[in-house]
């Protein structure tokens, strides 16, 4: 959600700041735009539309400058056009500001800004941030760095912004609070500033993630300065990047999202490599030894996170409540803040999020710890600002995914919370070693079950193509694969615009049997199970009211597939397990689908990869 880059080097900076863009369209956006310093000008370039209009726009000659900041915007205040697009100027002309996140009381500063004369062209709550910068500048005659850190006083809100003025084409001011930024350092007085790693990691893997309320100043005479906004100044924390270049290109593929589908084998066991056993039958986290105590006594688990996120989490719920006997609540990180939830010093709250940046579930890790509760990040992102406010957790380490619809991501993160709820059920003693071998067994066989799967790619895209023009659909999931019933529709949502629901197959008739009738594709996970011949009798029941069924089932499978129109058949593995096998075959439909429709797989309307406003 919106993208933030800016650069200060020997090079010219147009070219840096169009590739950077480039690197952050998978977060979603609607609009782009640049502002370089050439000489004593600032040279403002901005459209709606992709960064290649924003290319189209600029024309033939690239703008000239070694100084300049770049943006794409999702639209939050004021609609998607040129004049909402950033970078915003002040009202003299002198500042530019490119700016993630929202400020809340936009119209209060708006109001006192424009009784002191200022005139706004735009809807948006940054240019409010510029005026303010200026108006701050104008009245206290200090200078920027100074300037932006008084003006951030009366800001309510989340930021991070980048600013520069045309008079100093020598300096960038960087600052944040609930939205992140990180700094690159390059050679000689060289330096970056993304809203995440991907446009820096080309060039530099030096960085520096700034901490809320932290304003950095970087100048190419005087180096990097970091002070907080109540003026305490702080060494620069620099860190080494893990991310390699070659994890940002399709490699071959089509859309990232189909590479990541097919990452997923070799995902699953980046995730639990060196954290299993398997000759000894033992898993072990870190980050539950570390508070294990905690994890002992605790008399409840609430899981919060958003979006696919949140799916994994009641994959989780199953998981904690069959193997570690603790009760589990699963909340929408949104909801969770603004209900007055009940939490008390025995909880443990795991925060769910790909990004590690999820304003909501961020918003929720802070009141839990607030309230007492011990607060575990399943996230992946190293350094992300949700793995730096809880007290443990646990990286998926699924590397960067860039397809705005998460595949790897739910995969990890289900598997990350596998491993967590057998570790803590080794730890009270309510699983018995045996299972616990079995299991542990099974998990360092699921990446080669995913690879069958994904040879059954053919098959799933000539169910596809029966489907592509379906207005509707339904999933359903019994127990353990209820929640990937209900990830299956969000991911063919997410990418195809066909609208999906997913539910508890026994739930159907309590409402959704009334939308069946023959043009109707439900999509019905009938592995082996404890529920398999419930879920047969739900299928029997689509069947009589003429819907179309599309089963995944266990290879071998005879009963469903007499039933079935099309049967999809995947490796048996254990019913707890099962989310990391079928959730495959599902996102290739969804992947399938979205193409044969002619949709932006990768970036879907109106959606971002990483929500960082509430």
Sequence with gaps: MCGIVAYLGTEEAYPILIKGLKRLEYRGYDSAGVAIINGKDINLFKCKGKVSDLESHVGGDDPVGQIGIGHTRWAT?????????????????????????????????????????????????????AHLIEDVRRQTGEDLFESVRIALHEVIGAYAIVVLDKNNPDQLIAAKKSSPLVIGIGEDGTYFVGSDA???????????????????????????????????????????????????EKGGYDYFMLKEIYEQPRSVRDCFRGRMNLQKGMIRLSG???????????????????????????????LFEE????????????????????????????????????????????????????????????????????HSGAYTHAGPEIGVASTKAFTTQVTVLTLMALTVAQ????????????????????PDKIEQVLELNPIIERISEIYKSATNALYLGRGYSFPVALEGALKLKEISYIHAEGYPAAEMKHGPI????????????????????????????????????????????????????????IPKTDDALVPLVCAVPLQLLSYHVAVLRGCNVDQPRNLAKSVTVE
Excluded at 529 to 534: N, V
């Design 427 to 446: 730890k009270r003693g309510t699983i018995e070693p045996e299972r616990l071998h079995r299991l542990i067994a099974e998990i360092n066989s699921i």
């Design 198 to 248: 991907t446009p820096i990691i080309e060039y530099t893997k030096n960085v520096v993630y700034l901490e809320d309320e932290e304003i950095a100043m970087l100048d190419r005479n005087q180096g990097l300065k970091i002070v907080t906004i109540q003026n305490r100044e702080k060494t620069p924390y620099i860190q080494e990047l893990e991310m390699q270049l070659e994890t940002l």
């Design 77 to 129: 205040h004021g609609q998607p056009n040129d004049t909402n697009a950033h970078p915003h100027l002040s009202g003299d002309g002198n500042l530019a500001i490119i700016h993630n996140g929202i400020i809340e009381n936009y119209n209060t500063l708006k109001e006192e800004l424009i009784n002191r004369g200022h005139v706004f062209h735009s809807d948006t709550d940054t240019e409010v941030l």
């Design 323 to 390: 193997f570690a006997r603790i009760p589990v609540e699963v909340e929408y990180a949104s909801e969770f803040r603004y209900r007055n939830p009940i939490i008390s010093e025995d909880d443990i709250v795991i925060a769910i999020s790909q990004s590690g940046e999820t304003a909501d579930t961020l918003a929720a890790v802070q009141l839990a710890k607030e309230r007492g509760a011990h607060i575990f990040g399943v996230c992946n992102v190293v350094g992300s600002t949700i793995s730096r406010a809880t």
């Design 514 to 569: 009334a939308l069946i009738d023959q043009e109707m594709p439900v999509f019905v996970i009938a592995t082996q199970g404890p529920s398999y011949e419930k879920v047969v009798s739900n299928i029997q029941e689509v069947k009589a009211r003429k819907g179309k069924i599309i089963a995944i089932v266990t290879t071998g499978d005879t009963h469903v597939k007499s039933l079935a129109d099309h049967v999809i058949e």
């Design 288 to 318: 539950i030894e570390l508070y294990e105590e905690k994890w002992l006594n605790a008399k409840r688990i609430v899981i919060v996170g958003c979006g696919t996120s949140w799916h994994a989490g009641l994959v989780g719920e199953y």
